[in-house]
């Protein structure tokens, strides 16, 4: 099974402050993945990547950059952040035969 | 565009029964993956089980099983003999031939002792 370890746990901002969220997997998954969780909207998927180098935009991706410098890590960035993107975000990564996900233990965002 | 849909907002059964939650499914690829996790109260998810839909046979982990309906885009959860730390949110995800996982918006079970 994956380990998946996210940071920081739980971030407090500022309106307009760049906020990056790091994450970092170590059984050499191909597949990375960034959600945010919501009441009411479930996992809702923001961006991922299939390797080193590569970012794609999931569902949601106004407001946030994704960058996957190596295999193990995974960073989601939020340049200039705002009170709606206050959530829980998760990530994720996988592998590629048939790409069960395996999940981080989250971190709790607040912008105020 | 895939769509997974869970009816049951929450569910309150006592310990050692057995529950179903129910979860269905819109995709148009004729191969996909679904997934069923566990959101505990501390808000770790975990992987408990999944279902390929080539696989006729229904998959079963432990105490989870599955009831996979392809006729009925139906992949309902089974957890047989509950316990009072199977108390957390159920989602049920859904992968097509694409990379993404859609997630229902999750059911709530409470095991009363």
């Known amino acids: 099974e994956a380990a998946v370890t996210q940071s920081p746990r739980n971030k407090v901002a500022v309106t307009g402050g760049k906020v990056t969220l790091s994450c970092n997997q170590t059984n050499n998954h191909n597949n990375m993945y960034w959600y945010r969780q919501d009441t009411g909207h479930g996992l809702r998927l923001i961006h991922y990547s299939y390797g080193a180098g590569s970012t794609e935009k999931g569902d949601i991706p106004d407001g946030y950059k994704a960058s996957r410098p190596s295999q193990e890590n995974f960073s989601l960035i939020l340049e200039l952040a705002t009170p709606s993107q206050t959530s829980v975000y998760f990530c994720?990564?996988?592998?590629?035969?048939?790409?069960?996900?395996?999940f981080g233990p989250g971190t709790r965002l607040l912008v105020l | 565009a895939q769509k997974v849909t869970q009816t049951q907002t929450s569910i309150s059964v006592v310990e050692k029964t057995t529950v179903t939650m129910d979860c269905v499914y819109e995709?148009?690829?004729?191969?996909?993956?679904l997934f069923w996790y566990k959101q505990t109260a501390s808000g770790e998810i975990v992987f408990l089980i999944r279902?390929?839909?080539?696989?006729?046979e229904n998959a079963t982990v432990g105490h989870y099983s599955l009831n996979f309906q392809k006729p009925k885009s139906s992949i309902g959860l089974i957890i047989t003999a509950t316990q009072i730390e199977d108390s957390a949110v159920y989602f049920c995800a859904m992968r097509d031939m694409g990379y993404k996982l859609t997630f229902g918006t999750g059911t709530s079970l409470l095991v009363d002792p």
């Open positions: 994720a990564s996988g592998d590629h035969r048939g790409d069960t996900q395996y």
């Open positions: 279902q390929d839909s080539y696989k006729k």
């Open positions: 995709t148009r690829d004729s191969s996909y993956f």
